[in-house]
């Protein structure tokens, strides 16, 4: 996997921080209650408290394995523009933990890549200097190579 390799270059160790999205846990643990909490009248609190597990799990697994998606997604991405010969400091994720987010620190000024981690969902943004783009996780997936050399020329090329 991508995650771990070396890049060429030598300031950039190669890797991608875990970015969690405190956000949506908060928003997957709130809807798993409202929904467990409907089945109290109907199954009782057992049957609740097992809605409530499932749901909340299901919907925390969903948002790490987008993040997951996401974070090599950006790797790939990195990937590609280092092999460029374009000069990327680090990358390094955002303090807050409140956003799927991190930051491209390149020569030409910080690129930012987050996106909604939600792996049905996902979503990728990429800014930088006032510009950007959003995307679909799938459509990135499908054309990484070619959306890594529009944001190369549009970044590292004027």
């Known amino acids: 996997m991508h995650l771990d390799q070396q890049s060429q270059d030598a300031d950039w160790n ?26 109290l009248p109907y199954g009782g609190p057992v049957v609740a408290v097992v809605a ?5 799990g299901g919907g925390i697994g969903s948002h790490l394995l987008g ?9 790939g991405l990195v990937e590609r523009w280092a092999a ?3 000069q990327i400091d680090d990358v390094t994720r955002t303090s807050t ?15 930012t890549v987050s996106g909604l981690a939600l792996a049905p969902i996902s979503k990728l943004s990429i800014e930088w200097s006032g510009t950007g783009d959003t995307f ?11 959306i890594a050399a529009e944001w190369r020329r549009e970044v590292f090329e004027l």
């Open 14 to 39: 190669g890797t991608v921080p875990s970015a969690h999205d405190a956000r949506v846990v908060a928003l997957v643990v709130v809807i798993a209650a409202v929904a467990a909490s409907l089945n």
């Open 52 to 56: 409530f597990g499932v749901l909340a």
């Open 67 to 75: 993040e997951r998606r996401l974070r090599r997604l950006t790797d």
């Open 84 to 86: 460029a010969d374009a």
């Open 97 to 111: 933990g409140l956003r799927t987010e991190w930051v491209v620190h390149t020569a030409e000024g910080p690129i």
């Open 136 to 146: 679909s996780a799938s459509n990135v997936e499908r054309d990484l190579d070619r």
